[in-house]
C-alpha cells in the first residue's frame, strides 16, 4: 500500500493589513517533508507514524506553510496548489490514497474559502472514489461542500493544540482501513448559528470541554468512525465562519446526520455562555500589580500573532510603562528596534522608537530608553509538545534591553525580534536570556494557544480585552461575507 501526504497550511487574516506571498512559505519538497516533520508534534508526524504502525509506503507530494497573516494573494495560491495537483497527477498511478492536511482557515484573494477550493481541485484530479483523507486545525472554518468533496475529515480536539500526532494517526489508520474495506465512511456537518469566541476555545474548561467530552464519548459509539468539533476562526470574513460539528459513521449516513444534529443542538443549547467579560489593559495591569502570585501572564487578546495579528501591538506596554510596573517582560516585533541595538553593542544605551508600526490598530509607537542586556540570532528549539507542534523556531536576530531598570528587579525586559514570532514556546525567552519564572508580568500575545507553554510557568492568566486585527469584539458591520445571524452577534443588537 503506498499513501501521498501532503500539508498546505495557513491560518488568513482578513483584517490584518498585509496579504501573505509566496516568500513567507515554508516550502518542503519530497523526502524533506517526513524528514522535517518526523520529530515534531505536528499532524503529519501522525501521517509518517501511521505508515510504521500500519505498515504503508509514504508518497510525500509537498508541506507549505507559513505564519499565520492576511489572505494569500492569488498567485502564491495558484503556485502551491498547482505544485500540490502536479505532484498529485504523476504520482496518481501509484498511490491508494492521500492523507491531506489543510489548516481549514486558508484565505486567498479570489477564493474566501481556500480549502474548500483546494480539495475541490484535488476531488477532480483523483476522480470520485479515491480515499481523499482530509485533517484540519481546531480553527477552520469549514464549508458545507467540503465534507462532500473529501472521503473524511479528522479536526483537533485539543486548544492548544497538542493532540495534532494522534490525529494525523486516526486518519492514517481509517485510511487503512478504507482501503482494505472494512469500514465505509460518510460524513455529516453541522453548523449552529453561533459565533464561538476565541475566549472560549480552551478545551480544557467551560463550555468546549463540555461539547468536547460529548464528541469523544460519541466517538466510542457503535457504527462511528469519529467526530470532530472546529470552533472556528473569527479572523477570517468568510461564509462559512463560525464553528461546525463533523461525524464520521461506517456507512450509515442517517446514524452520523442525527448524532451530528444532537451536538449541533447542544452547541446552540450552551450559546448564553458564549458572551465574553474580559478586563481592559489599564484594569488587568493593575491586576497583575496587585497580585500575589507571579509571575502572571497577560494575554493579549487583540495581538494575537498565532490568529494573524502584527506582533507589534504597545497597549499593553503602554499601561505597564505608564503605571510604573515592575518585573514585566515583553515581547514586540520590530526588525529596525533590533538593528539600532545591534549597531550600539551590548552595554550601550539606545533610544528606540518601539511598536505600532505595521499598521495603525494595534496602538501607538512609543519612545523608549534602555540598556542592550543581550544580542542573539533568534533561534530555539521546543524539545516539549506545545501548540501546533513545532520543534525548530528562528525569530530573527533579536535584542533585549532593560527598561527603567534602576536596580533588580525594577522595571522590565523588552525583547525586540526580526520575525513575528506566536509566543508557543517560553523558549522564545530562554534563548535570549530571559528566564519567564522570575519575572513578575508576562505579556503574551495570544489567546489560548500559548497556555500550553505558559501555564507551566504562570502562576495566574489573565485575558486581555485589547485592539487589534484579532480583537475579540470586532462589530458585525466589519463583515461582509459571514453569516449575521450569528449568536452574540444577534444577542448584541
Ligand atoms: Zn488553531
Known amino acids: 500500500m503506498r499513501i501521498a501526504i501532503a500539508g498546505f497550511m495557513h491560518e488568513s487574516n482578513t483584517f490584518a493589513a498585509a496579504p501573505t506571498t509566496l516568500d513567507q512559505f515554508h516550502i518542503l519538497r519530497g523526502e524533506e517533508v517526513v524528514s522535517h516533520y518526523r520529530p515534531t508534534f505536528h499532524e503529519i508526524a501522525g501521517y ?9 509506503e509514504l508518497h510525500p507530494l509537498i508541506g507549505a506553510d507559513a505564519t499565520p497573516g492576511g489572505p494569500l494573494t492569488r498567485a502564491t495560491y495558484e503556485t502551491l496548489v498547482g505544485e500540490l495537483l502536479d505532484n498529485l497527477r504523476t504520482a496518481l498511478p501509484q498511490i491508494d490514497g492521500l492523507l491531506l492536511a489543510l489548516h481549514g482557515a486558508m484565505v486567498a484573494e479570489d477564493f474566501p474559502q481556500a480549502d474548500g477550493e483546494t480539495v475541490r481541485r484535488v476531488r477532480e484530479v483523483v476522480g470520485p472514489d479515491f480515499p481523499l483523507f482530509v485533517t484540519h486545525d481546531y480553527h477552520g472554518n469549514v464549508p458545507s461542500q467540503l ?8 479536526i483537533y480536539k485539543t486548544c492548544p493544540h497538542i493532540d495534532q500526532p494522534e490525529r494525523g494517526l486516526q486518519a492514517a489508520e481509517l485510511l487503512v482501513r478504507t482501503i482494505r474495506g472494512e469500514v465505509k465512511p460518510v460524513c455529516a456537518i453541522a453548523k449552529p448559528d453561533v459565533l464561538f469566541n476565541i475566549a472560549f476555545h480552551n478545551t480544557s474548561r467551560g463550555p468546549m470541554q463540555t461539547l468536547m467530552d460529548a464528541a469523544i464519548a ?17 479572523y477570517a470574513d468568510v461564509p462559512a465562519m463560525g464553528p461546525c460539528i463533523v461525524v464520521v459513521a461506517d456507512g450509515d449516513a442517517d446514524l452520523a446526520r442525527r448524532e451530528c444534529d444532537r451536538l449541533g443542538q447542544m452547541m446552540w443549547d450552551v450559546r448564553e455562555q458564549l458572551i465574553p467579560q474580559i478586563p481592559d489593559a489599564a484594569t488587568a495591569v493593575q491586576m497583575a500589580m496587585r497580585s500575589t502570585e507571579t509571575p502572571v501572564a497577560l494575554f493579549e ?11 507589534d501591538a ?50 501607538p509607537t512609543l519612545s523608549i530608553t534602555g540598556r542592550v542586556r543581550t544580542l ?30 534602576d536596580a533588580p528587579g525594577k522595571g522590565g525586559l523588552l525583547l525586540l525580534d526580526s520575525e513575528r514570532m506566536p509566543p508557543m514556546s517560553v523558549h522564545q525567552l530562554t534563548s535570549a536570556g530571559i528566564v519567564p519564572q522570575h519575572q513578575r508580568i508576562l505579556v503574551v500575545k495570544g489567546a489560548v494557544a500559548p497556555r500550553a ?20 469584539s470586532i462589530p458585525p458591520a466589519d463583515y461582509h461575507l459571514a453569516r449575521k445571524n450569528l449568536y452574540e452577534w444577534t444577542r448584541r443588537s
Open 376 to 405: 542573539s540570532d533568534g533561534k530555539f528549539e521546543e524539545p516539549e509538545r506545545r501548540h501546533g507542534g513545532r520543534r525548530y523556531h528562528d525569530q530573527g536576530l533579536t535584542a533585549v534591553i532593560e527598561v527603567n531598570r
Open 301 to 311: 487578546l487583540g495581538d494575537n500573532i498565532g490568529g494573524g495579528s502584527a506582533g
Open 453 to 472: 507553554a505558559y501555564e507551566p510557568v504562570s502562576q495566574r492568566i489573565i485575558e486581555v480585552d485589547t485592539a487589534g486585527a484579532t480583537s475579540i
Open 48 to 56: 509518517i507514524k501511521g505508515a510504521d504502525d500500519y505498515d504503508f
Open 314 to 363: 504597545t497597549i499593553i506596554l503602554e499601561q505597564l510603562l505608564a503605571q510604573k510596573a515592575d518585573g514585566w517582560v515583553a515581547a514586540i516585533y520590530d526588525p529596525e528596534s533590533v538593528q539600532a541595538c545591534f549597531q550600539a553593542g551590548i552595554g550601550a544605551t539606545v533610544s528606540l522608537q518601539v511598536g505600532g508600526k505595521v499598521d495603525a490598530i494595534h496602538g
Open 218 to 234: 460519541l466517538e466510542q459509539q457503535p457504527g462511528i468512525l469519529a467526530v470532530s468539533i472546529a470552533a472556528g476562526y473569527q
Open 147 to 154: 465534507v462532500q468533496d473529501a472521503s473524511v475529515l479528522i
